[in-house]
């Protein structure tokens, strides 16, 4: 179908990648002007430039062939050595402090991860936020709540003295508990008590250990949420995302996460060319997603990635003088290697997955 077709799949992921890649160099450029280092270049993409022009400050800006990525070329270096530049390096990288130059480096990703979270919080406040009630929909026949007595329509309202607003909140305690909890109930306005304990249900989950009680969830519901509820929600839901994102880069590395579960460029275009029909909620909920996901990506310490600059400046605190230059132009080198070859590795992944 045109809907699903490859075209609609670029299109999607040139929409959603280059506002992203435009606000992480945003970052990076206004924090570099704020501390006066001269921006020589702005550019989203990389390779032949299709068009471009040049600002009072003289800063080339441009869109160049190849749409996967971009930089700001500063004057100067991001590899600093020891020598101490005279006043004719007015506006060098390497002439700004070393908090200059973290700030710099650091407000790419920060950039993007605000982006993400200004995008969940208005779509919050003006579409809605999916939330499930902490309802029992279905028990599982012969589960401990089955067995402790819960019902359909059984509203859950506190666990173990704990407030319980969503059937997230009752996954978050039982999942990793096998001890006896308290349930408070509310059963036809009467509050009512069970002490159930959790218990692995499921054989795919002995490798996990995740305990459940056996109910099922009742459908999702779109909530609209003042701006305040929207603000909280919004920075609540980037710090699960974090979270989470965090856990399936340990599982990445661990080699433990299924690579049907891995999406690349051609997974995240196809995704991206689905959320287009999906409607605009979707689509720039899956923008805020990819933001964040951004941001995390390049706060990692690899170099070549900002976030192995990061750990570069941070070392040279440490050691009161930066790295030799020589370690770091091969520590860079490294770094480029690995994230092509990861790159390469979740292409691969991608393109079996279209096969199958």
């Not at 609209?224 to 609540?236: A, C, E, I, Q, R």
């Amino acid at each position: 179908m045109f809907e699903n077709s490859f075209f609609i799949s670029l299109i999607g992921f040139l929409i959603v990648l280059t506002p992203l890649v435009f606000i992480h160099e945003l970052g990076h450029y206004i924090v570099a002007k704020k501390n006066g280092v001269v921006v020589e270049q702005f550019s989203v993409g990389f390779g032949p430039e299709l068009f471009g022009f040049n600002d009072k400050y003289n800063t080339r800006w441009k869109l160049c062939l190849i749409p996967f990525g971009g930089y700001v070329k500063m004057k100067g270096e991001l590899l600093v050595n020891n020598e101490n530049f005279q006043d004719n390096n007015n506006g060098h990288f390497n002439n700004a402090s070393l908090f200059a130059r973290l700030s710099i480096v650091f407000a790419g990703p920060l950039a993007n991860i605000l982006l993400g979270i200004l995008i969940i919080t208005t779509l919050y406040s003006f579409h809605g936020r999916y939330e499930v009630k902490p309802e029992v929909n279905q028990v599982v026949k012969n589960s401990p709540a089955d067995i402790a007595g819960l019902k359909k329509n059984d509203l859950i309202i506190s666990i173990n003295n704990k407030k319980v607003y969503n059937f997230e909140d009752i996954r978050k305690i039982v999942i990793d508990n096998n001890k006896q909890l308290s349930f408070e109930i509310l059963r036809n306005k009467q509050i009512i008590f069970f002490n159930i304990k959790p218990e692995i249900l499921d054989a795919k989950d002995l490798g996990t250990k995740s305990y459940k009680i056996g109910i099922i969830a009742s459908s999702p519901i779109l909530i609209k949420h003042d701006f305040f509820s929207s603000v909280h929600y919004g920075l609540k839901d980037t710090i699960l995302l974090t979270y989470e994102w965090i856990k399936g880069f340990v599982k990445l590395i661990s080699f433990e996460i299924d690579k049907k579960d891995i999406a690349g460029p051609i997974g995240i275009a196809k995704i991206s060319g689905n959320a287009i029909s999906l409607g605009l909620p979707n689509f720039l909920f899956l923008m805020a997603l990819l933001s964040i996901n951004l941001g995390l990506i390049n706060l990692l310490p690899i170099p070549a990635l900002d976030g192995g600059y990061i750990l570069m400046y941070f070392t040279e605190f440490i050691l009161g003088r930066p790295i030799n230059q020589k370690i770091q132009y091969k520590l860079i080198q490294i770094g480029v290697f690995l994230l092509m070859f990861l790159m390469l590795v979740i292409t691969f992944f991608d393109i079996q997955k279209l096969f199958v």
